[in-house]
């Protein structure tokens, strides 16, 4: 039976993911450390967060989970979902509150959301995304949908990691694929029918 992880910084709210894992996939776990991460022996893992990227970063390397990531999906390419801050602590860099260094899968940088045309940061509700690949994948016929998003930074990364970008003010990166792994800057656990698609998708890779 397939196992999904869902991995636990002590941050955010683990349990509304949890509860949206659950109508797609029976054997869900959330893990706390990577002792745990390595006996459960996921096929498929979520990253989610919510809150300071910085703050993230520490208990994830506290917990002992970078090196158990990087076997588990570089090495044995295990399919992965990072959601938020989940998304941007996959970038080599993220500056908030400091300058820390992520897991450094993507190639790029967390920045502070522009202020344009008196926008307000944090960039809080819902918006709709722009699918820039065509290649099948868990955002597929989803392009103009709407989704629930709430952050004040962005990941800034090649295009070929780009899977949609989303405009406020100016367009910044919404979602990234590369081989196994995924990140959405929204929120689907907290994006209705569209966001029930996106977790739907994934475990069904």
């Known amino acids: 039976m397939p196992k999904v992880a869902i991995l636990d910084l002590g941050i955010g709210n683990i349990k ?16 706390e450390n990577a002792e745990e991460l390595y006996n459960v022996k996921p096929d498929k893992i979520i990253l989610p967060g919510v809150g300071a990227v910085g703050e993230a970063i520490k208990e994830m390397r506290k917990r002992g989970f970078e090196k158990c990531l990087n076997d588990m999906v570089i090495k044995n390419q295990v399919n992965f979902l990072g959601i938020c801050l989940g998304m941007q602590i996959l970038a080599e860099e993220c500056h908030e509150f400091g300058n820390f260094k992520g897991l450094g899968w993507i190639k790029g940088q967390v920045k502070a959301l522009k202020k344009n045309n008196n926008l307000k940061v944090p960039h809080v509700g819902w918006n709709s995304i722009k699918i820039l690949k065509n290649e099948k994948n868990i955002l597929s016929d989803l392009n103009n949908k709407d989704f629930y998003f709430t952050h004040s930074y962005a990941l800034e990364c090649d295009e070929k990691y780009i899977l949609s970008k989303t405009y406020y003010g100016y367009d910044f990166v919404s979602s990234i694929k590369y081989n196994n792994i995924y990140g959405v800057q929204f929120h689907p656990e907290k994006s209705a029918k569209d966001g029930e698609m996106v977790f739907r998708r994934f475990m069904a890779l």
């Open 16 to 31: 509304s993911v949890y509860n949206a894992s659950k109508i797609y996939e029976d054997n869900v776990i959330i893990v």
